[in-house]
């Protein structure tokens, strides 16, 4: 903690803010960690995780290891799962770990984690996904999604994002019933997803409904059932507030009008947008869209032309966009920071490509001056690497 408060001071001198919010979430999460690694309480730490996602909204894995003299500008919609080194820098709304939670339900959790050297920065909507491993001192640019091995000192910039349709054979995982009528019946079935989702159980008793119930995105998705069903009446002006006061509170904008069938998962709603038709089991990862060209006002019907059309068990992967009349097949899946404005057949996956290339380092001069970054020059692998001895 006392590392993470001196590298949080700015080169001035001036100490943080005492209710700092990334300062809390890391320390919310040092304690979460020293509860789970060294006094062996699960129910504890699991405990001050979901007080860190509550009050914060950064969800930090407290088995994951995290260096000393980490930075979290803006913990709003901060995943990191895996294992960091010291001095990283994070901005907002980035993530470390997975694109399935379920995966780390099972087996070697870390395993199948991505890993960071030391002195790492990242930038603003940044993923780092995949059992990879970033170097020591990489600088990596806002809107990178990293799903390769990256050596030490690159640089890494955004360029324009592509993807390709394949077909990837999901693992066979157990949902919920689908729940075709009753507005309780709906937020149960969402509440039963979140359970599955976060801790592999298909079981949801008292406890576990009312404390999953807290946790921002099934709260939200809960209040979207409630301005769906008062939009279904008539009540398109409550509905309208309803879904004004879920965007002020969590960040996640749905339109009321929207058709959504049961098992809803948002496990981050921070920017998340939908507006369309959607079979049941959706899945909506952090900072994703999905809507037509041009929304229609909350408090008005939903009748543009180009509605996206979404089957039953699709997952939208972080960072990516759905727009236009698209129609997703069942069980389909959108990778992260794709975007998406064809159809996509059932059980395919909208595979991402690189969406970043190597920055090329000009060499230092005698005077020692930090080397700087030619973002002209054509990236090569050799170049990424930082110059000197």
């Avoid at 040092?30 to 509550?54: E, I, K, M, T």
């Avoid at 298909?202 to 008062?230: E, N, S």
């Amino acid at each position: 903690m006392a590392a993470d408060y001196r590298r949080l001071t700015d080169p001035r001198g001036r100490r943080p803010k005492l209710l700092h919010r990334g300062l809390w979430a890391l320390r919310l999460y040092r304690v979460a960690h020293w509860l789970r690694l060294g006094c062996r309480l699960n129910l504890p730490s699991r405990f001050v995780w979901a007080l860190d996602l509550v009050l914060t909204g950064a969800d930090l894995d407290p088995a994951s290891p995290i260096g000393g003299g980490a930075v979290i500008h803006d913990p709003r919609g901060v995943i990191i799962y895996g294992s960091i080194g010291t001095n990283l820098t994070i901005g907002g709304r980035a993530g470390i770990g997975t694109l399935l939670r379920a995966e780390l339900v099972a087996g070697d959790a870390l395993a199948s984690m991505a890993s960071l050297g030391d002195d790492v920065v990242l930038g603003n909507n940044v993923f780092v996904l995949g059992t990879y491993h970033v170097g020591h001192g990489v600088h990596v640019g806002d809107d990178c999604a990293v799903m390769e091995d990256i050596p030490d000192g690159a640089v890494l910039v955004s360029r324009a994002p592509e993807w390709r349709a394949v077909r990837v054979r999901p693992p066979k995982r157990e949902m919920p019933e689908p729940v075709h009528r009753g507005l309780l019946r709906c937020i149960r079935a969402d509440v039963a997803r979140a359970v599955l989702e976060n801790g592999g159980s298909t079981k949801t008793g008292p406890l576990r409904f009312w404390g999953h119930l807290m946790f921002p995105g099934v709260a939200g998705v809960a209040l979207f059932r409630v301005a769906h069903a008062l939009h279904t009446r008539g009540r398109t002006r409550l509905a309208s507030a309803v879904a004004r006061v879920v965007h002020a509170w969590s960040g996640m904008t749905i339109h009321p009008g929207s058709i959504i069938g049961s098992g809803l998962f948002v496990p981050h709603p921070v920017t998340v947008r939908f507006c369309g038709q959607a079979g049941s089991n959706l899945a909506l990862y952090p900072h994703t869209s999905v809507g037509p060209e041009t929304w229609p006002p909350l408090s008005g019907c939903l009748n543009p032309a180009d509605l996206p059309q979404l089957g039953d068990g699709v997952r939208i992967g972080a960072g990516s966009s759905v727009v236009g009349p698209v129609q997703i097949g069942d069980g389909a899946t959108v990778g992260v920071k794709a975007v998406v404005r064809r159809n996509l057949e059932a059980g395919l996956s909208a595979v991402p490509r690189r969406n970043w290339r190597f920055a090329p380092l000009q060499p230092t001069g005698d005077s020692g001056t930090a080397p700087e970054v030619d973002r002209h020059a054509e990236p090569t692998m050799a170049s990424a690497h930082r110059a000197g001895p």
